[in-house]
């Protein structure tokens, strides 16, 4: 039988205690009742709910016993090519800001000779009496 594939919106409804899917290596993981026995604590399997967890999964250095666990909770694979669509939330306010600096500075590109020149007319102005 073909593996299931796993949506981002499917991930995304199982983020809380009664029903928590993670994400490690592509592959989701059902750890709900997992969540009591986890050496770890809940609190840090909670906090990667609906995201990627494989960076922090991995950072801890989890055992060959731990890892052994995941077939176990295997829910199926994530969809190919949904993990940019994971980050959208922290990766899109940062594009947002990063685009809004942009804007921000290409304003200043054009007040800046703007305002030069208004300084020279005025000058001119000054010096000679008529513009
Ligand atoms: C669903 C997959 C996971 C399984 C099956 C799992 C399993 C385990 C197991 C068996 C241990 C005991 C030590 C070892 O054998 O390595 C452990 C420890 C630990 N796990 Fe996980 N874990 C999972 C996910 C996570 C995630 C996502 C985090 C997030 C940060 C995490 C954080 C920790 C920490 C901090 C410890 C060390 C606890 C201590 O030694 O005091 N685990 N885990």
């Given at each position: ?102 804007e921000q500075g290409?304003n ?24």
């Amino acid at each position: 039988m073909a593996a299931k594939i796993v949506s981002v919106d499917e991930l995304r409804q199982h983020k809380t205690k009664d029903s928590l899917y993670v994400l490690i290596h592509g592959n989701v993981y059902d750890v709900t009742k997992f969540l009591d026995e986890h050496p770890g604590g809940d609190e840090v399997i909670l906090a990667e709910a609906g995201q990627d967890a494989t960076e922090a999964f991995e950072d801890v250095g989890h055992s060959d016993e731990a890892r052994a666990l995941l077939p176990g909770m295997l829910v199926g694979e994530f969809e190919k090519g949904s993990e940019a669509q994971l980050k959208s939330g922290a990766a899109a306010a940062q594009a947002q800001r990063m685009s809004s600096a942009v804007e921000q500075g290409s304003n200043m590109m054009y007040f800046v000779p703007l305002g030069l020149l208004g300084a020279y007319f005025a000058w001119r102005y000054y010096a000679t009496g008529a513009l």
